[in-house]
Nanobody, 118 residues
Framework: QVQLVESGGGLVQAGGSLRLSCTVS???????????MGWYRQAPGKQRELVAD???????HYEDYVKGRFTISRDNAKNMVYLQMNSLKPEDTAVYYC?????????WGQGTQVTVSS
């Protein structure tokens, strides 16, 4: 069973920055470095959406609404994924989650709340 734990969220003013972290834990060994990972978010009343992803060879994709403001990275030695968020906007307010990319996902974590005030 894989457990995902997101952290680093908080309340920030528009234009501010936050750095989110995601720890991927498992009782059995997984080859974390083989998995493409993504950051997702879900705003109140909306569906969960992809924000950015990073493949096993660190190819990166950003959705248009965060391109140029957010940076995704990973540390395979620590089984961790990060999301640096700069120039935050009120519309970035959401619960942020990480998970593997692909046709199946691991059980979702609790996420971390990001609230951007105007």
């Amino acid at each position: 069973q894989v457990q995902l734990v997101e952290s680093g969220g908080g309340l920030v003013q528009a234009g501010g920055s936050l750095r989110l972290s995601c720890t991927v834990s498992t009782a059995s060994r997984i080859w974390f470095s083989f998995y493409a990972m993504g950051w997702y978010r879900q705003a109140p009343g909306k569906q969960r959406e992809l924000v950015a992803d990073i493949t096993d060879d660190s190819s990166i994709h950003y959705e248009d609404y965060v391109k140029g403001r957010f940076t995704i990275s990973r540390d395979n030695a620590k089984n961790m994924v990060y999301l640096q968020m700069n120039s935050l906007k009120p519309e970035d307010t959401a619960v942020y989650y990480c998970n593997r990319r692909g046709s199946s996902t691991w059980p979702w974590g609790q996420g971390t709340q990001v609230t951007v005030s105007s």
